[in-house]
């Protein structure tokens, strides 16, 4: 899901129900070139992961 909303932020986006409505979602945000963009998207990645394995952790008492 992480990745199809990424490609949603890039001028291309996403057609989430095709075949069934060839509709095409975008928010024309970054080029899927833009390495800011995609660093920023592998930190926030790195970041959620290390917090859903910490906060899972915790709370299983580990």
Same mark, same amino acid.
């Given at each position: 899901?992480?990745?199809? %909303?990424?490609?949603? /932020? &890039? =001028?291309?986006?996403?057609? =989430?129900?095709? =075949?069934?409505?060839? &509709?095409? *979602?975008?928010?024309?945000?970054?080029?899927?070139?833009? =390495?800011? %963009?995609? *660093?920023? /998207?592998? #930190? /926030?990645?790195?970041?959620?992961?290390? /917090? #859903?394995?910490?906060?899972?952790? &915790? %709370?299983?008492?580990?």
């Amino acid at each position: 899901m992480s990745h199809i %909303a990424a490609d949603a /932020l &890039t =001028p291309a986006g996403v057609r =989430p129900w095709s =075949p069934v409505d060839d &509709t095409r *979602y975008s928010l024309d945000i970054v080029r899927a070139k833009n =390495p800011l %963009a995609n *660093y920023a /998207l592998l #930190g /926030l990645g790195i970041a959620s992961a290390t /917090l #859903g394995i910490w906060t899972g952790g &915790t %709370a299983a008492g580990l």
